[in-house]
């Protein structure tokens, strides 16, 4: 069992950036892939990105060379640095972990 922990998320402009973490707890993170996910109102849940425990990582094509997904396992984090934000964007965002889910981190992006 893992309990995740979603932070970072906020208000942008169109352009900007923000960057989003997500804490794990009790288990060991080092070995588990860990994905970022995100649901727009009305819209189901979609993959962002995926990192796995060896560091490999996979992108929607949608954040292709705008988001970048990395882990910390000393510090059982993993992060999606997210820049050039754009209004579709605005969605909140989840953290997985073998069968867990975060609370969720809304994100808006907006002028």
């Known amino acids: 069992q893992v309990q995740l922990v979603e932070s970072g998320g906020g208000l942008v402009q169109p352009g900007g950036s923000l960057r989003l973490s997500c804490v794990a707890s009790g288990t060991i993170f080092s070995i588990y892939a860990v994905g970022w996910y995100r649901q727009a109102p009305g819209k189901q849940r979609e993959l962002v990105a995926t990192?796995?425990?060896?560091?490999?990582?996979n992108y929607a094509d949608s954040v292709k060379g705008r988001f970048t997904i990395s882990r910390d396992n000393d510090k059982k984090t993993a992060y999606l640095q997210m820049n050039s934000l754009k209004p579709e964007d605005t969605a909140v965002y989840y953290c997985?972990?073998?069968?867990?889910w975060g609370q969720g981190t809304q994100v808006t992006v907006s002028s």
């Open positions: 997985h972990c073998i069968n867990s």
């Open positions: 990192v796995t425990g060896g560091g490999l990582t």
